[in-house]
């Protein structure tokens, strides 16, 4: 069996964290994606695209479709990410077949992948999100509960056409994988709650860039501050946090609300006193935030991991976020941080007033935060991706060094 890899994803996923986990072992065969960030980690040169014609690879290769621009003029969503996700799945599959090769992918994107393999080698996917079956019921559960979850409803895992293709694919896509990975013990219950076999999901976290999210001396805010980041949508916990603040109503405490993408309040709740919305802000802005701020609060219903939640830690912000999420996979509970049940107001509340009467405390925490936010490198996650893959170590160079290392081997 080719001990190779076809690997696929659309767009510049984790910083192409996936294709340079097996490209460091020397096992990558083909990197498919829609699109290439210039510039990019990987620094593929040479023919890219549909002009290049397949011939026994020797060296990683790269399949760049470039038509995520014309579909999107000529194409509206749905039928735009369905076209994508179908026509990245046909080229991956197809270059699998071709050389004989083991094959990775994302979630939602698996369906149009894993199907199209004939050849006998491992077909690996990794779980993004949690499995879409069980959010769907989480999701319609809620709605029937508060008339703001009704807005869960614009989530793609109730908004998409039951009938369609991509749905039912993506619905089931587990059952065609040989290996599956998934960034959080949260994801990999889903998965199990969903019928998937255990055994074949392996967990493996990802990692952060502590040189960019790092500590930095400022001067802390006069005030209380916690800080929300994300869309301010309902997933993302945004109701039982404005519900928290409105009843606690802290003294000299204030709410900040950063972060791009659509927002579920609208007209349905006024935000409470002593809040601020600044919006989009940069990952500079960001890093000098959660250097000044108290605590990061994202009370989500659902995250496949909560990556920020590792950066806040790695900068040295405590964070109160999701039990269903990575945080409880990273920290110890009240030494950088604190889970709470999703919805669970009064947990919520509960943890805000401790944090808010014990702001000496919280500063304490930081470097136990940043701490354990250095176990979580990016390399290590490329390792921990090559282990649940089977991939065996080999003479190519890890780290920085790795990525000359393939830009040279694909001329």
């Given at each position: 069996m080719n001990s190779k890899w076809v690997v696929s994803h659309c767009g510049s996923r984790d910083s192409y964290q996936l294709p340079l986990a097996i490209a460091e072992a020397d096992a990558l065969c083909c990197f498919v994606t829609d699109w290439l960030r210039t510039p990019n980690p990987l620094k593929f040169d040479g023919?890219?695209?549909?002009?290049?014609?397949?011939?026994?690879?020797?060296?990683?290769?790269?399949?760049?479709?470039?038509?995520?621009?014309?579909?999107?003029?000529?194409?509206?969503?749905?039928?735009?990410?369905?076209?994508?996700?179908?026509r990245l799945g046909e080229v991956a599959a197809a270059q699998?077949?071709?050389?004989?090769?083991?094959?990775?992918?994302?979630?939602?994107?698996?369906?149009?992948?894993?199907?199209?393999?004939?050849?006998?080698?491992?077909?690996?996917?990794?779980?993004?999100?949690?499995?879409?079956?069980?959010?769907?019921?989480?999701?319609?559960?809620?709605?029937?509960?508060?008339a703001r979850y009704m807005a869960?409803?614009?989530?793609?895992?109730?908004?998409?056409?039951?009938?369609?293709?991509?749905?039912?694919?993506?619905?089931?896509?587990?059952?065609?994988?040989?290996?599956?990975?998934?960034?959080?013990?949260?994801?990999?219950?889903?998965l199990v709650q969903a019928g998937c076999d255990g055994v074949k999901i392996h967990v493996v976290p990802y990692g952060v860039d502590s040189e960019v999210f790092r500590p930095i001396k400022l001067a802390p805010l006069d005030e209380f501050t916690v800080l929300f980041v994300g869309s301010r949508i309902a997933r993302k916990g945004i109701f039982t946090l404005l519900d928290a603040w409105e009843r606690l109503r802290l003294p000299h405490a204030h709410l900040v609300f950063v972060g791009r993408g659509r927002s579920d309040l609208g007209g349905c709740q006024a935000l409470p006193e002593r809040t601020e919305e600044r919006g989009a802000i940069t990952r500079h802005e960001l890093v000098h935030l959660l250097n000044q701020v108290d605590l990061l609060a994202v009370p989500s219903i659902a995250e496949g991991?909560?990556?920020?939640?590792?950066?806040?830690?790695?900068?040295?912000?405590?964070?109160?976020?999701?039990?269903?999420?990575?945080?409880?996979?990273?920290?110890t509970e009240g030494r950088e941080g604190f889970c709470v049940e999703p919805g669970d107001l009064n947990a919520l509340c509960d943890r805000l007033l401790w944090c808010h009467k014990n702001r000496d405390k919280l500063r304490e925490m930081r470097s136990a935060a940043r701490e354990r936010a250095l176990l979580y490198s990016w390399a290590n996650f490329r390792a921990g991706v090559r282990n649940a893959l089977g991939i065996p170590p080999s003479s190519a160079p890890s780290g920085q060094n790795a990525l000359s290392y393939v830009n040279r081997t694909t001329h």
């Open positions: 023919t890219k695209g549909e002009r290049r014609r397949p011939q026994q690879p020797v060296r990683p290769r790269l399949k760049e479709l470039r038509v995520s621009m014309l579909a999107s003029l000529v194409l509206r969503p749905p039928r735009r990410d369905q076209f994508l996700q179908d699998a077949n071709a050389y004989g090769c083991n094959v990775l992918t994302t979630s939602y994107y698996g369906w149009s992948t894993l199907p199209r393999v004939r050849s006998a080698g491992q077909r690996g996917l990794f779980q993004i999100h949690p499995e879409p079956t069980v959010l769907r019921r989480r999701y319609t559960e809620l709605s029937r509960t508060d869960l409803g614009k989530e793609l895992e109730l908004a998409a056409d039951s009938n369609s293709a991509s749905t039912r694919g993506w619905f089931s896509e587990w059952h065609n994988a040989s290996v599956l990975i998934a960034a959080s013990n949260y994801t990999k219950r889903t991991f909560g990556h920020v939640y590792l950066e806040s830690l790695a900068v040295g912000c405590p964070v109160v976020g999701s039990t269903h999420s990575a945080l409880p996979d990273i920290i």
